[in-house]
């Protein structure tokens, strides 16, 4: 399963293999980056997910403090680096940082471009967002980056739909947004009225990513809070949640091993269990 990514016109997997459990430790479950083991079987899940048709792949320094970059770098170096989209991030900062920022990133991926760099955000406070977008600041430089040829497409990553997070949005000098939505946090996408960020940003023609795909594991806690006894694997489900939004282009998975993309790509393959969001949210009988 393919999608264009807005207005990259890049075609992509619907699903990508995101980053975060690539680096960090102990992320949703016991896990050491610098454990060798461990990262044999991440950088064989990363070949084998290029390798069965998973073209686009998440990472940032932020994970794991270069760690997963440096994963990501180890394991797609064999393959060419047109034939799959690979994206990164830096945390708000000055326009001279950010040029250290990448050029740490690129070395650690072993690339001399990027497809996609975004601002890694959560929650973006004002002086966040002056930083970003005065003159001369964060925004223009990734410009210029992208003019040299060090990047192909901007983007943003965010969590809370707040102010600052509109503000970026509509300043119409982004390619792709990347934003928390899953079966618990549904606030992007609000079919009822046609409203949320997801409709924003489909307006601009912009590419959409979604994180925390299959909520982060918080929903499989809240199950084992009122159902302790639930065996139930509520995963396929949840990933088909994301899948059948019209709007997402990407849903990234964090995925260890071979066995977990295999599943995933399954379940992606699967169309027969998507759903109709707007008979879900129809409250008329």
């Known amino acids: 399963m393919e999608s264009v990514l807005g207005k990259t016109n890049k075609t992509v997997s619907r699903i990508g293999f995101g980053g975060a459990t690539a680096g960090i430790p102990n992320y949703l479950s016991e896990f050491d980056p610098d454990n060798q083991s461990n990262r044999d079987e991440i950088i064989a899940a990363i070949g084998y997910a290029y390798e069965n048709g998973i073209t686009y792949f998440d990472t940032a320094p932020g994970y794991g403090d270069g760690k997963s970059e440096e994963i990501f770098g180890q394991a797609l170096s064999a393959f060419n680096p047109a034939t799959y989209f690979l994206a990164t991030k830096a945390a708000p900062c000055s326009a ?26 959560t929650v973006y406070q004002a002086d966040q967002l002056d930083l970003i977008l005065k003159s001369g600041g964060m925004l223009d430089e990734m410009e210029n980056l992208r003019d040299e040829g060090l990047i192909r497409h901007l983007g943003f990553t965010g969590e809370a739909q707040n102010p600052p997070f509109y503000q970026l949005l509509h300043s119409n000098r982004f390619d792709v947004m990347q934003i928390a939505y899953n079966f618990i946090f549904q606030h992007p996408y609000d079919p009822s009225w046609q409203s949320g960020s997801l409709y924003d940003a489909e307006r601009q023609k912009m590419g959409i990513v979604a994180m925390r795909t299959m909520t982060s594991g918080i929903f499989q806690k809240w199950i084992d809070q009122v159902h302790p006894d639930n065996q139930f694997d509520y995963s396929p489900a949840l990933l088909q949640f994301t899948l059948s939004n019209p709007l997402i282009d990407v849903a990234l998975i964090g995925m260890r091993s071979v066995e977990q993309v295999q599943q995933n790509i399954a379940i992606c393959n699967d169309t027969d269990h998507r759903i109709d969001l707007d008979t879900l949210h129809n409250r008329k009988v």
């Not at 001399?112 to 975004?118: E, G, R, T, W």
């Open 96 to 121: 001279r940082d950010l040029r250290i920022s990448l050029e740490k990133s690129l070395e650690r991926l072993q690339r001399d471009y990027v497809d996609l760099l975004q601002i890694h955000g």
